[in-house]
Nanobody
């Protein structure tokens, strides 16, 4: 069983920045592919960013590329999402995700564990 706990959400003005954190349980965190997804009000959950087990490979949704950066610290069992130049359309609940089988998260269907989410609200 892997537990994921997100933190760092909040209210920020358009153009501002936030850093989300996800703390993971388990002794094998360095073998988990990790990612972030988000769900805006009235919309389906969507992919935001993913990072490989070692952190050497990252991928981003087109809507956040160049503004968001995903990183991880395997010594701290943590993954982060640095968000900059935030827009009102980034408003959503952000979820941390872990895949224990694949080297990288490519879709929601491969995710084994989800956090409960943290709310990010961007005001205009």
């Amino acid at each position: 069983q892997v537990q994921l706990v997100e933190s760092g959400g909040g209210l920020v003005q358009e153009g501002g920045s936030l850093r989300l954190s996800c703390a993971a349980s388990g002794r094998s965190f360095s073998t988990y592919a990790m990612g972030w997804f988000r769900q805006a009000p009235g919309k389906e959950r969507e992919f935001v960013a993913a990072i490989s087990q070692s952190g050497g490979t990252t991928s981003y949704a087109a809507s956040v590329k160049g503004r968001f950066t995903i990183s991880r610290d395997n010594a701290k069992n943590a993954v982060y999402l640095q968000m900059s130049s935030l827009k009102p359309e980034d408003t959503a609940v952000y979820f941390c995700a872990a895949d224990l089988a694949l080297p990288a998260i490519t879709s929601q269907r491969s995710v084994d564990y989800w956090g409960k989410g943290t709310l990010v609200t961007v005001s205009s």
